[in-house]
């Protein structure tokens, strides 16, 4: 049973480039929660979401910020018009089910970005 | 004040040390994860935790939930055991994790 599974695992972009991130979740996984690493600080949730449905985006920033997840296909984050404070690891995990019903979250590699 | 505070930021230790690390949380939680980072590595998971004690070869985590403490213990450390150690709870109201800053483990030959 492969892991999750996040690429690319690196990304350049210039600034106002869209930058597109895919997570696979684990086989049989249908919930998905996208993290951010600025560098030097801590991870911070971003989005949660459930195949076709955004759970809780209470963390994802009001603007160029979007994440899906079809029924079909990994999850996407994407992020328009990319700055320089954008750079950062994002990572995506999954769960077979809300974790409030003590299911473990299992992280992918990350996805590291840099904005040039 | 951040909702999940670790002690220490940063330790060394030498190889064969007993290494302690702490987390306080200020939150009603349904469990507590404790993870490691490699640098410029990914995230792997080493505990769940909703009461008492787990144990996985040379780690040992502990939480105290009517204390809202939970401690991460290496025993007979070695210097693959250098990472990022990261504390995150999990709140009633909510799937998502809040994550500490993370305590930078050291160890060395």
Same mark, same amino acid.
């Given at each position: 049973n492969?892991? #999750?599974?996040?690429?690319? =695992?690196?990304? #350049?972009?210039?600034?106002?480039q869209?930058?597109?991130?895919?997570?696979?979740?684990?086989?049989?996984?249908?919930?998905?929660?996208?993290? =951010?690493?600025?560098?030097?600080?801590?991870?911070?949730?971003?989005?949660?979401?459930?195949?076709?449905? /955004? /759970?809780?985006?209470?963390?994802?920033?009001?603007?160029?910020?979007? &994440?899906?997840?079809?029924?079909?296909?990994p999850? /996407?984050?994407? /992020?328009?018009?990319?700055v320089r404070?954008?750079? &950062?690891?994002?990572?995506?995990?999954?769960?077979?089910?809300?974790?409030?019903?003590?299911?473990?979250?299992?992280?992918?590699?990350?996805?590291?970005?840099? #904005?040039? | 004040?951040?909702? $999940?505070?670790?002690?220490?930021?940063?330790?060394?230790?030498?190889? !064969?040390?007993?290494?302690?690390?702490?987390?306080?949380?200020? $939150? !009603?939680?349904?469990?507590?994860?404790?993870?490691?980072? %490699?640098? !410029?590595?990914?995230? $792997?998971?080493?505990?769940?935790?909703?009461?008492?004690?787990?144990?996985?070869?040379?780690l040992?985590?502990?939480?105290?939930?009517?204390?809202? %403490?939970?401690?991460?213990?290496?025993?007979?450390?070695?210097?693959?055991?250098?990472? $990022?150690?990261?504390?995150?709870?999990?709140?009633?109201?909510?799937?998502?994790?809040?994550?500490?800053?993370?305590?930078?483990?050291?160890?060395?030959p």
């Amino acid at each position: 049973n492969a892991g #999750v599974m996040q690429n690319p =695992r690196h990304l #350049v972009r210039r600034r106002g480039q869209e930058a597109r991130l895919r997570c696979s979740p684990m086989k049989g996984h249908s919930h998905v929660y996208w993290y =951010r690493q600025l560098p030097e600080e801590g991870l911070k949730f971003m989005v949660y979401l459930q195949k076709e449905n /955004i /759970i809780d985006e209470s963390g994802m920033p009001k603007e160029r910020f979007s &994440a899906e997840f079809p029924k079909e296909g990994p999850s /996407i984050l994407r /992020i328009q018009q990319v700055v320089r404070g954008d750079s &950062a690891a994002y990572f995506c995990a999954s769960s077979p089910g809300r974790t409030g019903g003590s299911y473990e979250q299992y992280f992918g590699p990350g996805t590291r970005l840099t #904005v040039t | 004040k951040n909702e $999940v505070e670790q002690s220490p930021q940063n330790l060394t230790a030498q190889e !064969g040390e007993f290494i302690t690390i702490n987390c306080s949380y200020s $939150v !009603g939680i349904s469990a507590l994860h404790w993870l490691q980072q %490699h640098p !410029g590595g990914g995230i $792997v998971s080493l505990f769940m935790l909703s009461s008492g004690k787990k144990k996985h070869g040379r780690l040992i985590a502990t939480i105290n939930i009517q204390e809202k %403490h939970s401690s991460l213990h290496i025993t007979a450390s070695h210097p693959r055991d250098s990472a $990022v150690y990261i504390c995150a709870v999990r709140s009633y109201n909510t799937d998502k994790l809040i994550f500490g800053t993370g305590t930078r483990l050291q160890v060395f030959p």
